[in-house]
């Protein structure tokens, strides 16, 4: 459109602009859409189109700042600021880094023409945003985040017409806006290139940004992985694909005895013996979790659960292994909290006042303070684990495992494994890794052997060998593996007669008979029977608390403390609870409580035979009356015949309207 020539065109431009600055109209034909934009912002907010001196100028101390905060952006642009004005040193440039809100970091030119630019404050510290000097490159270009070049009379302001400026924005790796670089001269000194110069030098500012930044997170995540590794309580290695240590944390190092510094560049065969399959996660591609290994050789054994992994390229390609080494005791106290192997109870929830009660928890809390072999006897339901647990958090070992194992309860061909352990390959549908049994899972704590007198015969001499040894070995397996455990023996059995019959070895009763503890039946202390029931209602009102809160009947306490609780503690627990829901929150009745404790033999006789069964209130009334007359009208001894109190049996007669 304008062949007639640069200074032509820079004549029209001119009257453009004035025209524009005289009546706001903009000749869409000669400005381009980016200029005619800036144009109406800077009229907008309200730039003095005869000015473009910087006004908004830094002191030493807000620029030292801004250098600061943008340290990384000066020091990588710097060398290409320099490379840039080299090409055109002597041609009156300058070449100019800015900030993102438009204040000149960094100023390099030829001399004159910084003179001249001072003359606009076009200096380091001086703020050239549009709203502060109009439409310029380096302000236009922070506005529409594009590169672009402002010729003459594209300027807004008048002062800035003898100028040309081409600008780029800067962009960091994540492509937010960071700054500008610029170059700037006499406007008849313009030329497209210049342009593609600043753009070019702008690319290889973010290169290099992006490069450094790569390069720092490559640093910081090395720095990561070497304190995770270092703040891991786990033994950790990584082997490259040759077998060479490349890494190895302190832990796994303290545990060897040797400075990291003397191990990595070694081969791992040399650093210890130990049953590690480098080449075949090598060769197979898979690793394992958890399997069991011996380190060391001679009396420096140690058993660990054993963790390895490939490690692959980008490519899947096998560029090494990844190892972690866990101490097999660390790793059995996770299994026994995660599977609640913790005794719970204490000397405190024992529930009684009668003498035998008292005197066994006071014998309890003596053996506590033992680590001998301990053998309680009781019948079922007497709270022989209870006892168990109780001792095993009064003594020494409370911070370790409690794990309980019903003898009784396990088939006769598992039992020797679940107490001892297999290795792999034991036995068919044996676990490729192996097992560790109950008494590995114990060590450093207490092991109960509930039902004891239930043993199989041919276990038993397996067992007072563990005993005497304080070692197993496992199912299949041939290495002793040590083990800290105290045994606490309970039974329901007579284990002399058991010895007699040939049923229980001799020495292995003598063996956990060390320490003994009867724990009474609960016929034998009928005064807690109260306790006990009081206690299990608060126990049930916090099971079910939907319930009221349950109170017991005299008649009903009558009949329980009457019963011979062949079934003991866990027998009144029972019924109690069943009790509870059948008066549905309300009083125990009598009505409430099972027929083998009321003794109404009768309910479940034949139909025929159950033809002339009275009312129960007629034969209470005809009792009462009949003790009444054996006793000669005595109402102390009729009520010892009746086995109930003075009182209820006046209340009774009074219900019956019954008269001495």
Same mark, same amino acid.
């Given at each position: 459109?304008?062949?007639e020539?640069?200074?032509?065109?820079?004549?029209?431009?001119?009257?453009?602009w004035w025209?524009f600055?005289?009546t706001?109209?903009?000749?869409r034909n000669?400005?381009?859409?980016?200029?005619?934009?800036?144009?109406?912002?800077?009229? =907008?907010?309200?730039?003095?189109?005869f000015? %473009?001196?910087?006004k908004?100028?830094?002191?030493?101390?807000?620029?030292?700042?801004?250098l600061?905060f943008?340290?990384?952006?000066v020091?990588? &642009?710097?060398?290409?600021?320099?490379?840039?004005y080299?090409?055109?040193?002597?041609s009156?440039?300058?070449?100019i880094?800015?900030?993102?809100?438009?204040?000149?970091l960094?100023?390099?030119?030829?001399?004159?023409?910084?003179?001249?630019?001072?003359?606009?404050?076009?200096?380091?510290?001086?703020?050239?945003?549009?709203?502060?000097v109009?439409?310029?490159? *380096? !302000?236009?270009?922070?506005e529409?985040?594009?590169?672009i070049?402002?010729?003459?009379?594209?300027h807004?302001?008048q002062?800035?017409?003898?100028?040309?400026?081409?600008?780029?924005? *800067?962009?960091?790796?994540?492509?937010?806006?960071?700054?500008v670089l610029?170059?700037?001269?006499?406007?008849?000194?313009?030329?497209?290139?210049?342009?593609?110069?600043?753009?070019?030098?702008?690319?290889?500012?973010?290169?290099?940004?992006r490069?450094?930044?790569?390069?720092?997170?490559l640093?910081?995540?090395?720095?990561?992985?070497k304190?995770?590794?270092?703040?891991?309580?786990?033994?950790?290695?990584?082997?490259?694909?040759?077998?060479?240590i490349?890494?190895?944390?302190?832990?796994l =190092?303290?545990?060897? !005895?040797?400075?990291?510094q003397?191990?990595v560049?070694?081969?791992?065969?040399?650093v210890?013996?130990?049953?590690?399959k480098?080449?075949e996660?090598?060769?197979?591609?898979?690793?394992?979790v958890?399997?069991?290994?011996?380190? !060391?050789?001679g009396e420096?054994?140690?058993?660990?659960?054993v963790?390895?992994?490939?490690?692959?390229d980008?490519?899947?390609n096998?560029? %090494?292994?990844?190892?972690?080494l866990?101490?097999?005791?660390?790793?059995?106290k996770?299994?026994n909290?995660?599977?609640? &192997?913790?005794?719970?109870?204490?000397f405190?929830?024992?529930?009684?006042?009668?003498r035998?009660?008292?005197?066994?928890?006071?014998?309890g809390?003596?053996? &506590?303070?033992?680590?001998?072999?301990?053998l309680?006897?009781?019948?079922?339901?007497?709270?022989?684990?209870?006892?168990?647990?109780?001792?095993?958090?009064?003594?020494?070992?409370?911070? %370790?495992?409690?794990?309980?194992?019903?003898?009784?309860?396990?088939?006769?061909?598992?039992?020797?494994?679940?107490?001892?352990?297999y290795?792999?390959?034991a036995?068919t549908?044996?676990?490729k890794?192996?097992?560790p049994?109950?008494?590995?899972? &114990?060590?450093?704590?207490?092991i109960?052997?509930?039902?004891?007198g239930?043993?199989?015969?041919e276990?038993?001499?397996?067992?007072?060998?563990?005993?005497?040894?304080?070692?197993?070995?496992?199912?299949?397996?041939?290495?002793?593996?040590?083990v800290d455990?105290?045994?606490?023996?309970?039974?329901?059995?007579?284990?002399?007669?058991?010895?007699?019959?040939k049923?229980f070895?001799?020495?292995?009763?003598?063996?956990l008979n060390?320490?003994?503890?009867?724990?009474?039946?609960?016929?034998?202390?009928?005064?807690?029977?109260?306790?006990?029931?009081?206690?299990?209602?608060?126990?049930?009102?916090?099971k079910y608390?939907?319930?009221?809160?349950?109170?017991i009947?005299e008649?009903?306490m009558?009949?329980?403390?009457n019963h011979?609780?062949?079934?003991?503690?866990?027998e009144?627990?029972?019924?109690?609870?069943?009790?509870?829901?059948l008066?549905r929150?309300?009083?125990?009745?009598?009505?409430?409580?099972?027929?083998?404790i009321?003794?109404?033999?009768n309910?479940?006789?034949?139909?025929?035979?159950?033809?002339?069964?009275?009312?129960?209130?007629?034969?209470?009334?005809?009792?009462?009356?009949?003790?009444?007359?054996?006793?000669?009208?005595?109402?102390?001894?009729?009520?010892?015949?009746?086995?109930?109190?003075?009182?209820?049996?006046y209340?009774?007669?009074k219900k019956?309207?019954?008269?001495?």
């Amino acid at each position: 459109m304008f062949r007639e020539g640069p200074k032509i065109y820079e004549e029209q431009l001119k009257k453009a602009w004035w025209q524009f600055i005289k009546t706001g109209y903009i000749n869409r034909n000669l400005i381009r859409m980016e200029i005619a934009e800036s144009w109406l912002r800077c009229r =907008s907010m309200g730039v003095n189109p005869f000015g %473009g001196k910087g006004k908004d100028v830094l002191t030493k101390k807000e620029l030292a700042k801004r250098l600061a905060f943008n340290e990384r952006l000066v020091k990588m &642009a710097r060398p290409l600021m320099k490379n840039l004005y080299a090409l055109v040193e002597g041609s009156g440039f300058v070449v100019i880094l800015v900030d993102k809100d438009g204040y000149l970091l960094e100023v390099i030119g030829d001399p004159d023409v910084m003179r001249n630019a001072s003359e606009l404050n076009f200096i380091r510290g001086v703020n050239w945003s549009e709203k502060e000097v109009g439409t310029n490159a *380096i !302000g236009t270009a922070l506005e529409i985040d594009k590169p672009i070049q402002v010729v003459g009379a594209e300027h807004y302001c008048q002062l800035h017409h003898p100028w040309t400026c081409s600008a780029a924005p *800067i962009h960091d790796p994540k492509g937010r806006l960071i700054g500008v670089l610029n170059m700037s001269g006499e406007s008849f000194r313009v030329h497209p290139h210049t342009l593609g110069m600043v753009v070019a030098a702008v690319h290889s500012i973010e290169n290099q940004l992006r490069v450094e930044l790569a390069s720092e997170n490559l640093i910081e995540l090395n720095e990561h992985l070497k304190a995770t590794m270092e703040s891991m309580s786990d033994g950790m290695l990584a082997i490259s694909k040759e077998g060479i240590i490349t890494h190895i944390n302190s832990t796994l =190092s303290r545990l060897l !005895g040797i400075t990291p510094q003397h191990i990595v560049g070694m081969h791992y065969s040399r650093v210890v013996k130990w049953d590690f399959k480098f080449e075949e996660i090598l060769n197979s591609g898979q690793g394992y979790v958890d399997r069991e290994m011996i380190l !060391g050789d001679g009396e420096g054994k140690v058993r660990f659960a054993v963790t390895s992994k490939p490690i692959r390229d980008s490519y899947g390609n096998i560029k %090494g292994v990844v190892t972690t080494l866990r101490d097999i005791h660390r790793v059995h106290k996770l299994v026994n909290r995660m599977v609640a &192997a913790q005794a719970i109870y204490t000397f405190e929830d024992i529930i009684g006042e009668s003498r035998t009660i008292k005197e066994a928890v006071e014998l309890g809390k003596i053996y &506590a303070r033992s680590n001998s072999n301990l053998l309680i006897r009781g019948e079922s339901g007497t709270g022989k684990e209870l006892f168990a647990q109780a001792i095993h958090n009064a003594s020494m070992r409370t911070g %370790g495992p409690f794990i309980a194992v019903n003898c009784a309860a396990i088939p006769r061909d598992l039992i020797e494994s679940e107490l001892f352990g297999y290795e792999e390959g034991a036995f068919t549908g044996a676990k490729k890794q192996g097992h560790p049994g109950k008494f590995e899972l &114990a060590n450093g704590g207490t092991i109960l052997l509930d039902e004891i007198g239930d043993m199989p015969l041919e276990l038993q001499g397996k067992l007072l060998r563990v005993l005497q040894e304080r070692e197993v070995t496992r199912v299949g397996g041939i290495r002793p593996i040590p083990v800290d455990v105290r045994v606490i023996s309970a039974t329901n059995k007579d284990i002399g007669l058991e010895i007699k019959n040939k049923n229980f070895r001799k020495d292995l009763y003598y063996r956990l008979n060390v320490l003994s503890l009867h724990i009474p039946p609960l016929r034998q202390r009928k005064e807690d029977i109260p306790i006990l029931i009081k206690f299990f209602l608060k126990k049930i009102a916090k099971k079910y608390p939907e319930m009221d809160y349950t109170d017991i009947s005299e008649e009903a306490m009558e009949k329980l403390m009457n019963h011979d609780w062949p079934g003991n503690v866990r027998e009144l627990e029972n019924v109690i609870e069943r009790a509870v829901h059948l008066s549905r929150g309300k009083t125990i009745m009598i009505d409430h409580l099972p027929d083998n404790i009321v003794g109404n033999d009768n309910f479940n006789a034949p139909k025929e035979e159950r033809q002339d069964v009275m009312p129960l209130k007629e034969i209470e009334r005809k009792t009462i009356k009949k003790a009444l007359c054996s006793s000669g009208k005595n109402i102390t001894k009729a009520a010892k015949m009746l086995k109930i109190g003075r009182s209820t049996l006046y209340r009774k007669m009074k219900k019956y309207k019954i008269n001495l």
